[in-house]
């Protein structure tokens, strides 16, 4: 079925960037929106950023200005380019696919698998 697949995490220097890339397979005909979800250890979940297909955003007030998400539609892709990393963005990082279009569903939701950013000198 359909599957997420993130990666592009790992251990970065406070200050430093990553980019996160997450790309959805399977039989998709859309995605109506992707985002970005991070958990820390002891906390609940929090969006980070999301993406529309019409490339709509919407951001955590924490990562204003210094994460960009972008999508490539076409590739069922979307992207978070992450600068100016503080060590309060140390979390997993998880991709979510919403109201995605399949031969057999619509409307449903994926996530990934996780992926780890740690900020840390």
């Known amino acids: 079925q359909v599957q997420l697949v993130e990666s592009g995490g790992g251990l970065v220097q406070p200050g430093g960037s990553l980019r996160l890339s997450c790309a959805a397979s399977?039989?998709?005909?859309?995605?109506?929106?992707m985002g970005w979800y991070r958990q820390a250890p002891g906390k609940q979940r929090e969006l980070v950023a999301r993406?529309?297909?019409?490339?709509?955003?919407n951001y955590a007030d924490s990562v204003k200005g210094r994460f960009t998400i972008s999508r490539a539609n076409a590739k069922n892709t979307v992207y978070l380019q992450m600068n100016s990393l503080k060590r309060d963005d140390t979390a997993v990082y998880y991709c979510?696919?919403?109201?995605?279009?399949?031969?057999?569903?619509?409307?449903?939701?994926?996530w990934g698998q996780g992926t780890q950013v740690t900020v840390s000198s």
């Open positions: 979510n696919a919403e109201g995605v279009m399949t031969t057999s569903t619509w409307n449903s939701a994926y």
């Open positions: 399977g039989s998709i005909f859309s995605i109506n929106a």
């Open positions: 993406i529309t297909r019409g490339g709509s955003t």
